[in-house]
Every structure is written in structure tokens, then in C-alpha cells.
């Protein structure tokens, strides 16, 4: 009797047992927490704290890695790197793309302004933060609602039922943002790293930024963005929270303008996208 009960726990934990899912960054574990939720673990690769571009995994994540069900990849550098190492290491993975369907951004090193199309399309240099539109969010959440159905269909309903919310709080959060910034419309912010090309595309703004592709303005460049800064009455500058660089401190002090610290990366995409559209809000308003 006793044997015949612990089998029977047994095959429940199995039955019951939590699928591992990898994500490359944080924004992309609140999509897979949320749709997800009660079924999957999520593995995050690069931490919050890290950067994307320099960071490598721990041998305990690699570890982890080997269990895991699938991987969530979404574009960025990170994954340049280390994605095909991860496919070689868990071979049993299964690897999705949920950025496919997502019209991607690009960078222009000449005019430093992520709204001009022009130059951009001749740079060609990807802007891969789309974790700062709730259109590329909304996309990747579908992505990861069908990828979960289709590694674990035996809990399609719950993935269904988790993601139609997931899409509900995406939409109500752009509504949210979308009224919030509306006053704004074609306002002008500057940044050190630029992270928010997609938030400035999506509730039209206007992305000023200082550092390319990791490198700070040669000298015709930083005076075009002076005086780009100056013509948009720009009193903050941001920077990325953590960082100290120079440069924005630099340019901060001749624009007259103070550094404000902004969070790029983090596990709560609700919580991000507002604080980012409060910093923004905040500076058009002279920062006070």
C-alpha cells in the first residue's frame, strides 16, 4: 500500500512538474512568468544588473541550461555570442525566435537620432532594446504563447488563458502611455546609451543620443548633438542607471543641463515602461 502511494506521488510531481524556459534578458522573464505562470520556470541568461553585450553565464546556469525545454531568443547581441553555444550545450532544447515578426529599428551614427529614417536606412546598424515597445512586446508575447503550446500541449488552456491577460495588460499599458505622452508629441530627449528608440517611435518622440554602436561622438558629431540638445531645450541628460559616463556629464555641464539616472533592463516590463515614461515627462517639464 505504502509503495502504491509513493509511485502515485510520484507520477503526480512528474505530471506536475514545471517546464524550464531560457530568455537571453530580463524584460523577456515577465512575458514568460506571466504567460507561463504555474507551469514554467524561467531561466534568465543575462542578469538585470549585467550587460548584454559583455556578460557570460555562470557554469551553474549553463548547467541549468541543459534541462531546459526551450529557449526564447529575441535579437539581441548577447545572443550573437553565446546562442549557438547554448544550442550545442542543451541539445534537447527547443529554440524560438520571437522577434520574427518584429520590424526592427536602426541606429544613425551621423545624426545621432533614432526618428531619422533617412540616415538609417543607410547605417544599418539594429536597434535590438525592443523590450521599450509594448507593438514588439505584444508580438514577442504571442510568439511565446505559441512556442509554449507547442513544446507543452498539454497545458495549451492554461498558456491561452495566461496569455490573452498578458495581451490585455500590453494593451491597456500602451492605452495608459499613449495618453500620458500625447502632450509630448515630437518632444526631443537625449541619452547616453541609446536604449529608447523604440519608446520615442512608438508614442512620437524624438531620441537624441551620445554613444554608437559603443563608441562616444568624434568631434563633428558631438557638436552636431550640441547643438541639436540646445535647439530642443534638452535639461536632461540620461544615463543608463549604474553607469557613470563621462561624456553625458560632460555635455550635461554644457548644456547646463543635470544627469538623471534611467533604468534600461528589468523583470517587471509594466514597472519599466511607466518609469520611463515619468523620467521623460519629468525632463520635458524642465526636470524638476
Not at 537571453?24 to 524561467?42: F, K
Not at 502611455?177 to 541619452?191: G, Q, V
Not at 541639436?228 to 563621462?246: H, L, M, Q, W, Y
Request: net charge neutral; glycine share 4%; with cysteine.
Amino acid at each position: 500500500m505504502l509503495r502504491t502511494l509513493c509511485l502515485a506521488a510520484f507520477f503526480a510531481a512528474i505530471a506536475h512538474a514545471k517546464i524550464i524556459v531560457a530568455v537571453s534578458i530580463a524584460p523577456q522573464a515577465w512575458l514568460v512568468d506571466n504567460i507561463g505562470a504555474g507551469a514554467v520556470e524561467t531561466l534568465v541568461m543575462s542578469p538585470p544588473n549585467a550587460s548584454a553585450h559583455t556578460y557570460e553565464p555562470k557554469p551553474m546556469q549553463m548547467a541549468k541550461l541543459t534541462k531546459a525545454a526551450a529557449y526564447m531568443a529575441c535579437g539581441v547581441e548577447f545572443e550573437k555570442a553565446w546562442l549557438k553555444r547554448f544550442e550545442r550545450n542543451a541539445p534537447n532544447m527547443r529554440v524560438f525566435y520571437t522577434d520574427a515578426k518584429i520590424k526592427k529599428l536602426t541606429l544613425s551614427p551621423s545624426s545621432r537620432d533614432a526618428n531619422d529614417n533617412q540616415t538609417n536606412r543607410r547605417s544599418g546598424a539594429i536597434d535590438s532594446h525592443i523590450w521599450f515597445s509594448a507593438d514588439a512586446t505584444r508580438l514577442q508575447a504571442q510568439a511565446i504563447i505559441d512556442a509554449l503550446i507547442e513544446v507543452d500541449p498539454a497545458n495549451a488552456a492554461l498558456y491561452s488563458k495566461n496569455g490573452n491577460d498578458t495581451l490585455n495588460k500590453i494593451d491597456a499599458l500602451h492605452s495608459e502611455l499613449e495618453s500620458k505622452l500625447k502632450p509630448y508629441k515630437d518632444r526631443a530627449f537625449l541619452i547616453h546609451h541609446p536604449a529608447l528608440g523604440y519608446f520615442a517611435n512608438e508614442y512620437g518622440l524624438r531620441q537624441l543620443f551620445i554613444e554608437f554602436d559603443g563608441k562616444e561622438p568624434k568631434p563633428a558629431e558631438l557638436a552636431a548633438l550640441i547643438k541639436s540638445a540646445k535647439d530642443a531645450n534638452i535639461s536632461v541628460v540620461f544615463a543608463e542607471r549604474g553607469a557613470s559616463p563621462k561624456v553625458a556629464s560632460s555635455l550635461a555641464a554644457t548644456l547646463g543641463a543635470k544627469v538623471t539616472p534611467i533604468t534600461i533592463v528589468s523583470d517587471d516590463w509594466e514597472t519599466l515602461m511607466r518609469d520611463a515614461a515619468s523620467a521623460l515627462i519629468k525632463a520635458f517639464n524642465g526636470g524638476d
